[in-house]
Structures are given as structure tokens and as C-alpha cells.
């Protein structure tokens, strides 16, 4: 899985913000805010990846056990697939 093109990411103040461009731009409701971990999480999406792949950069990057990392992936993946912003192969 992967993120679409149509994304880009813009630093505002203090939060992290997904924006639509291109003919996704009509669509406001594409426009998202991440946390930390999801900023980290987009980054690793900017490229094919797994979910497995995923949960791995997850616990190597942050003091966190692979069950609560996965659970995390799972929800960011899932808002992702909401918003339609992730392709998956």
C-alpha cells in the first residue's frame, strides 16, 4: 500500500496537515492532521509498503510493543482508507 498522488504535506504552526492538490482539491474533507506518529507513518506510506513493514519502523522508531504499534497502524491505515487517500496494490 501506498499514499495516492494528490497529497501533500504542510507544516502549519505546530500541526502536521495532509492537504489535497491537484483534482483533489475540490474535496476539502481530504484534508487531515497528524500526530507525530501519523506524520512518521505518511512518511513510510510515501513508498510501497506492508503492514508488517509498517509495525516494524513503529517499534524501532518509538518505545512501544509491536501489539500497540500494530493497533496504531491499523487505525491510521483505517482513517486513511476513509478518506480514500491510500492505494492499495
Known sequence: MKIKDGFVVKKIADSTVVVPVGDNLVNLQLMITLNESGAFLWNCLQ???TEEELV???TAEYAVDAETARQDV???IMQLK???ILHEA
Open 56 to 58: 516494524a519502523a513503529m
Open 82 to 84: 476513509e478518506h480514500k
Open 74 to 76: 491499523n487505525a491510521f
Open 47 to 49: 513508498s510501497e509498503t
